[in-house]
């Protein structure tokens, strides 16, 4: 059996042991759980990412769980500018730093975001490579446990990646998923998938030019939680009811045979009137245009319009059905600051970071002293639910 030493790395009173060539590493896993308990780690995972930040910053000794924290260089984050009353402030710098020693611990209700992607290929606003991915971002992990609330949510939309001249997918993104429930204690709550019917067909090598695969037009939205029950509520988020169940609530009657499934649905429950009908994981934005005032204060400005926005309607949808008003959100990788403006039109107070200047500079486009533009409604119902509009967000 081969050397465990590359695998294991480090763990105290038990690592020689696993360098015998007879050793399993099985053996010795009531050990290793041990070690983690003693330091309070949650598991032997936990305890194990543990060592590889060990290794990986240089230190002597795996920390106690709850004396573990990132090391940063450089000038903390100053404020770029903050919004009359205090309902907002965007901040210019590192936004790992802001979580992990400037915001107090506990006093975010929801961090929205959307974090550069693990791509292949560089792109202009700085993506991490998708293998290094998961390393980088442990220091935001951190300060995002830190800051959120028990109750509060972390949703965060996150693309995919393919592997580098192969027609195959990198798994980056349910690796980070993976980590940040494992490795810092969060819970997935509900994954959502933000559907862009105009993307374009890419990678072009694979869609265009030999037609083996298909358009790449979903988006993973990860929604975390400190704890198995955040506070939520879909009746905000409900949907106008279609014209079928509009005539049968009318009509008064509803067919409950029996499912394939097995399921028996009953009547009482599907014909009350409950505001509207409840939605799905899958939310349909297409990314094409808005944000005009924003684009327009761009060009004015010779600033760059930011090439990776997220349409209005992804912070909207979890703005509403997560957060009451007068509550912080918070958006550590904040770009043109779509969710601060969108928090802000809903009656919520926002903090976002911002690591690049010039996109600092062009997100002041969204609060001047022109009027925002109302975001888009949200659709978020795969079928014929998709031409109709929502009710106006809470507000």
């Not at 260089?73 to 500018?81: C, N, V």
Request: one cysteine or more; a neutral charge; aromatic letters at 10%.
């Amino acid at each position: 059996m081969r050397n465990r030493r590359n695998t294991v790395k480090q763990a105290p009173d038990v690592i020689e042991r696993l360098n015998g060539e007879a050793t399993s590493l099985d053996a010795h896993l009531d050990d290793v759980k041990a070690a983690a308990a003693e330091l309070g780690y949650a598991d032997a995972g936990e305890y194990l990412l543990a060592l590889h930040r060990m290794y990986r910053d240089g230190h002597a000794h795996v920390p106690r769980k709850d004396t573990w924290s990132p090391q940063f260089s450089g000038d903390p984050p100053s404020i770029a500018f903050e919004r009359p009353g205090g309902t907002g402030t965007l901040y210019h710098g590192d936004s790992a730093a802001l979580m992990a020693d400037h915001l107090d611990p506990e006093s975010v209700d929801l961090i929205m975001t959307s974090p550069p992607f693990g791509l292949v290929r560089k792109k202009a606003y700085g993506n991490e490579d998708a293998d290094e991915y998961l390393d980088w971002f442990d220091q935001f992990a951190y300060g995002m446990r830190r800051v959120l609330k028990e109750t509060g949510s972390l949703v965060i939309d996150i693309g995919g990646a393919w592997q580098k001249g192969r027609p195959t997918r990198s798994l980056y993104h349910f690796e980070l998923l993976s980590r940040l429930c494992r490795g810092f204690g969060f819970y997935l709550a509900q994954e959502f998938y933000w559907w862009n019917p105009a993307k374009l067909p890419l990678p072009a090598e694979w869609v265009n030019v030999r037609r083996i695969r298909v358009k790449d037009s979903v988006n993973c939205v990860w929604w975390l939680s400190r704890t198995p029950f955040p506070r939520a509520s879909n009746k905000r988020v409900l949907q106008p009811y279609s014209d079928s169940m509009n005539e049968m609530v009318e009509r008064g009657s509803y067919n409950t045979k029996r499912r394939s499934g097995g399921h028996k649905p009953g009547e009482t429950s599907f014909l009350a009137q409950h505001g509207g009908s409840i939605p799905h994981n899958l939310i349909a934005a297409a990314n094409t245009k808005g944000n005009s005032a924003y684009r327009q204060y761009c060009t004015e400005n010779d600033v760059p319009i930011h090439p990776a926005q997220f349409p209005s309607v992804l912070p909207a949808f979890f703005i509403r059905m997560l957060t009451d008003q007068g509550d912080v959100v918070l958006d550590p990788f904040a770009g043109s600051c779509v969710t601060g403006e969108v928090a802000e039109q809903m009656g919520r107070r926002w903090i976002c970071c911002e690591l690049s200047e010039e996109y600092v500079k062009g997100a002041k486009g969204r609060f001047g002293p022109q009027a925002p533009e109302p975001f888009c409604r949200v659709r978020n119902e795969p079928d014929r639910a998709l031409r109709r509009a929502a009710s106006e967000p809470a507000g």
